[in-house]
């Protein structure tokens, strides 16, 4: 493989991966401080036609990538107030997030369906940039890829060395102790949902701004539900988050380059489109072959509502 | 002050009027949406509930919608009752599709009376097995079946594309991505002149009985709620949780296998690459708005698919994306889920006796 030709793979295997990372860590949170939100595929599909049309009507990214978070925010909060203070199934509200994210994106999405949005200029960091082989791919990037890196270091310093980090895994793990002690269970959890709902929205903005700038129904295309894999194919620990990401990125983006490359290989392309959610299977299935594994790891009280004693 | 105590009883009251609380809520939502979208809220009224069911004609249109929607709705509730998370119907109502697509186009020659009954069998079967991926790698390797069965609906929409773009692209059909129309044999036979409501219907009524008798009347449908109700009680009483499982997902993808069946055998005549009605998700709020009952589930699918038919008309009268029936839905399974609360709790004003 000649450099110029890995270098490209690279590049796209880490943009491809970038708002999987995004999406993956806000749901870690949000699912280590108790509460599973299987609403990704909504929220990000909100947070994409956000992004899209105030980028649209404003031609700045930012201010999109800013009502992306808040639309994810807001999706996000609909799962809060009916799982914390309505006490509902997770499962169920979850999937309805997802089912009410996807619809109600494609309707405020229409108009915006024929229209396409100028590319965003990568930031290229000085120096660095020129290291051969990798520099170009890794350093020449999207801000949001940055973004990606940055998020990873803080969730886990959050996690594993701040004080509010340990609290909301207390809260995890044994909400009744720490409501016990006194910590705010229902409102640490409310944070942490809509963490994860900014995130998504994040997630889901880069794709409609950054990655293929424009808006088309379906476009999340299952990114949603694959990052809530990740988080478990990563045993709830955001360095396996990172690595599976990239590992998603890598299968997707292979598979476009094999179709791409024009190579006259006899094998169907909606073959190779599937690869990814193969793998999502493989992976999962790996992953807890091993019951230990998951049941160590995920926090204790995942998915059980939790109602403070007055 | 407002706040909720918790009944010493769940209450069997609310269990069946947080639906029709859910229904109304919905409704006004939607009455706010069209106001806010500058639309005669009146008008979107008469779309969404009058207009639809007018004539005879819109009746049996409400009905044809409603057949795949209790198919895939009564085989999710039997695994939901059982903590059974198939959510990938969609991807087993395509694959029904494809098995009934296949006999159908094998036989294309014959008109034998057997043509259908075997593409039932088919789709059933077919729809079966693509449930049973997520049932095999969760009983076997305890992999997450939502996770499984849903990444199964990216896959199977891929496999009817290759298909219809493929080897069963009809070589007269001008290069269009689909098959060649079935042959009268393989077509379910309409119930009333003048209209498209078809045979598959009256499987969808079956299923319903059918699915009544299984979960309310039969020792194994009792097995299936106390393991989702109570899962220790069940493992003490010694009933087998991979079994619950297996018939949780299979009977979901059978039963989601007959109603693609019944779409290609029906109205469509044919196997496309425009399947994804979203029938598969929306059954999912048919069977919780339907309270995983037989019954309820027969209502909900009638109240999903005036939705359904609403959401056409106000696309073609209202010119509003057609999508707004899914925000419908979306809104309608919020509401029940958030009135739900009430079964187990009541609302008091004032402050809490100390």
């Given at each position: 493989?000649d450099?110029?030709?890995?270098?490209?793979i690279l590049?796209?295997?880490?943009?491809?991966?970038?708002?999987?990372i995004i999406?993956a860590?806000?749901l870690?949170?949000?699912?280590?401080?108790g509460?599973?939100?299987?609403g990704?595929?909504?929220?990000?599909?909100?947070?994409?036609?956000a992004a899209?049309?105030?980028?649209?009507?404003?031609?700045?990214?930012?201010?999109?990538?800013?009502?992306?978070l808040?639309?994810?925010?807001g999706?996000?909060?609909?799962?809060?107030?009916?799982?914390?203070s309505?006490q509902?199934?997770?499962?169920?509200?979850?999937?309805?997030?997802?089912?009410?994210?996807v619809?109600?994106s494609?309707?405020?999405g229409?108009?915006?369906?024929s229209v396409?949005?100028?590319a965003v200029?990568?930031i290229r960091?000085?120096?660095i940039?020129d290291?051969p082989?990798?520099?170009e791919?890794?350093?020449n990037q999207?801000?949001?890829?940055?973004f990606?890196?940055?998020?990873f270091?803080?969730v886990?310093?959050?996690?594993?060395r701040?004080?509010a980090?340990l609290v909301?895994r207390?809260?995890g793990e044994?909400?009744?102790?720490?409501?016990?002690?006194?910590?705010?269970?229902?409102?640490?959890?409310?944070?942490?949902?809509?963490?994860?709902?900014?995130?998504?929205?994040?997630?889901?903005?880069f794709l409609?701004?950054f990655?293929?700038p424009m808006?088309?129904?379906?476009?999340?295309?299952?990114?949603?539900?694959?990052?809530?894999a990740?988080?478990?194919?990563?045993?709830?620990?955001?360095?396996r988050v990172?690595?599976?990401?990239?590992?998603f990125?890598?299968?997707?983006?292979?598979?476009?380059?094999?179709?791409g490359?024009?190579l006259?290989?006899?094998?169907?392309?909606q073959?190779l489109?599937s690869l990814p959610?193969?793998?999502t299977?493989v992976?999962?299935?790996?992953?807890?072959?091993?019951?230990?594994?998951?049941r160590?790891?995920?926090?204790a009280s995942?998915?059980?509502?939790?109602?403070?004693?007055? | 002050?407002?706040?909720?105590?918790?009944?010493?009883?769940a209450?069997?009251?609310?269990?069946w009027?947080?639906?029709?609380?859910a229904?109304?809520?919905?409704?006004?939502?939607?009455?706010?949406?069209?106001?806010?979208?500058?639309?005669?809220?009146?008008?979107?009224?008469h779309?969404?509930?009058?207009?639809?069911?007018?004539?005879?004609y819109?009746?049996?249109?409400?009905?044809?919608?409603?057949?795949p929607?209790?198919?895939?709705a009564?085989?999710?509730?039997?695994?939901?009752?059982?903590?059974v998370?198939?959510?990938g119907?969609?991807?087993?109502?395509?694959?029904?599709?494809?098995g009934?697509?296949?006999?159908?186009l094998y036989?294309?020659?014959?008109?034998?009376?057997?043509?259908?009954?075997?593409?039932?069998?088919?789709?059933?079967?077919?729809?079966?097995l693509?449930a049973?991926i997520?049932?095999?790698?969760r009983t076997?390797?305890?992999?997450?079946?939502?996770?499984?069965?849903?990444m199964l609906?990216?896959v199977?929409q891929?496999?009817?594309?290759w298909l219809?773009f493929?080897?069963?692209?009809?070589?007269m059909?001008?290069g269009?991505?689909?098959?060649?129309?079935f042959?009268?044999?393989?077509l379910?036979?309409?119930l009333?002149d003048?209209?498209r409501?078809?045979?598959g219907?009256?499987?969808?009524?079956?299923?319903?009985?059918?699915?009544?008798?299984?979960?309310?009347?039969?020792?194994?449908?009792?097995?299936?709620?106390?393991?989702?109700e109570?899962?220790?009680?069940?493992?003490?009483?010694?009933?087998?949780?991979?079994?619950?499982?297996?018939?949780?997902?299979?009977s979901?993808g059978?039963?989601?296998?007959?109603a693609g069946?019944?779409?290609?055998?029906?109205p469509?005549?044919?196997?496309?690459?425009k399947?994804n009605?979203?029938y598969?998700?929306?059954?999912?709020?048919?069977?919780?708005?339907?309270?995983?009952?037989?019954?309820?589930?027969?209502l909900?699918s009638?109240l999903?698919?005036?939705l359904y038919?609403?959401?056409?008309?106000?696309?073609?009268?209202?010119?509003?994306?057609?999508?707004?029936?899914?925000?419908?839905?979306?809104?309608?399974?919020f509401?029940?889920l958030?009135?739900?609360?009430?079964?187990?709790?009541?609302?008091?004003i004032?402050?809490?006796r100390?």
């Amino acid at each position: 493989m000649d450099a110029a030709l890995f270098s490209s793979i690279l590049f796209a295997t880490v943009v491809a991966g970038t708002p999987l990372i995004i999406v993956a860590l806000g749901l870690l949170v949000s699912e280590r401080a108790g509460v599973l939100n299987l609403g990704a595929e909504g929220m990000m599909a909100m947070g994409a036609v956000a992004a899209f049309a105030v980028t649209h009507s404003t031609g700045n990214p930012w201010l999109g990538v800013l009502a992306g978070l808040t639309a994810g925010m807001g999706t996000a909060l609909i799962h809060g107030v009916l799982c914390l203070s309505l006490q509902a199934n997770q499962v169920a509200a979850g999937l309805a997030v997802a089912i009410f994210g996807v619809g109600l994106s494609a309707f405020v999405g229409k108009p915006f369906e024929s229209v396409a949005l100028p590319a965003v200029p990568p930031i290229r960091i000085p120096f660095i940039a020129d290291i051969p082989l990798i520099g170009e791919a890794l350093y020449n990037q999207q801000a949001l890829v940055y973004f990606s890196w940055a998020l990873f270091w803080a969730v886990l310093w959050f996690l594993a060395r701040s004080r509010a980090g340990l609290v909301l895994r207390a809260v995890g793990e044994a909400p009744a102790s720490a409501h016990a002690i006194g910590y705010p269970v229902i409102l640490i959890r409310y944070l942490a949902v809509l963490f994860g709902g900014a995130m998504a929205g994040i997630g889901g903005a880069f794709l409609s701004v950054f990655y293929t700038p424009m808006w088309m129904e379906g476009m999340v295309a299952g990114r949603g539900w694959i990052a809530l894999a990740l988080v478990v194919f990563a045993t709830w620990r955001p360095l396996r988050v990172m690595v599976g990401a990239y590992l998603f990125g890598g299968v997707m983006i292979t598979q476009l380059f094999i179709q791409g490359s024009g190579l006259q290989i006899d094998f169907p392309a909606q073959f190779l489109s599937s690869l990814p959610y193969w793998a999502t299977i493989v992976v999962l299935v790996l992953i807890s072959r091993n019951p230990n594994a998951i049941r160590l790891n995920s926090p204790a009280s995942l998915g059980k509502p939790f109602r403070p004693e007055q | 002050m407002l706040r909720l105590e918790p009944r010493t009883e769940a209450s069997r009251l609310m269990q069946w009027c947080s639906p029709l609380l859910a229904a109304t809520l919905t409704l006004l939502a939607g009455l706010a949406i069209f106001w806010l979208l500058d639309k005669d809220p009146l008008e979107g009224l008469h779309y969404f509930l009058i207009s639809p069911v007018k004539d005879l004609y819109g009746v049996s249109e409400l009905l044809l919608k409603a057949t795949p929607l209790m198919l895939c709705a009564i085989g999710l509730a039997v695994g939901f009752r059982a903590n059974v998370w198939n959510i990938g119907a969609e991807g087993q109502f395509m694959l029904g599709a494809v098995g009934a697509s296949g006999v159908a186009l094998y036989f294309a020659e014959s008109d034998s009376a057997l043509i259908l009954p075997a593409m039932l069998l088919a789709g059933a079967l077919a729809g079966a097995l693509w449930a049973a991926i997520p049932a095999f790698l969760r009983t076997r390797f305890s992999a997450n079946e939502i996770l499984v069965s849903l990444m199964l609906v990216y896959v199977a929409q891929l496999f009817v594309s290759w298909l219809v773009f493929g080897p069963w692209r009809d070589p007269m059909g001008f290069g269009f991505p689909q098959t060649a129309m079935f042959h009268d044999a393989a077509l379910l036979p309409t119930l009333l002149d003048g209209t498209r409501l078809h045979l598959g219907f009256v499987f969808a009524l079956g299923a319903l009985a059918l699915g009544y008798v299984f979960m309310n009347r039969s020792y194994t449908g009792f097995k299936m709620r106390v393991a989702g109700e109570a899962a220790e009680a069940a493992r003490y009483a010694g009933f087998s949780a991979r079994r619950v499982i297996w018939i949780g997902l299979l009977s979901g993808g059978a039963a989601a296998g007959v109603a693609g069946m019944a779409e290609v055998a029906g109205p469509m005549g044919q196997l496309t690459d425009k399947l994804n009605f979203g029938y598969g998700f929306a059954a999912i709020i048919v069977a919780f708005v339907g309270r995983l009952h037989a019954f309820g589930i027969l209502l909900a699918s009638l109240l999903m698919a005036l939705l359904y038919i609403g959401g056409e008309q106000a696309q073609q009268y209202m010119n509003l994306p057609s999508s707004i029936s899914m925000v419908f839905q979306g809104l309608l399974l919020f509401f029940l889920l958030g009135s739900d609360v009430f079964i187990h709790y009541r609302l008091r004003i004032g402050r809490a006796r100390a």
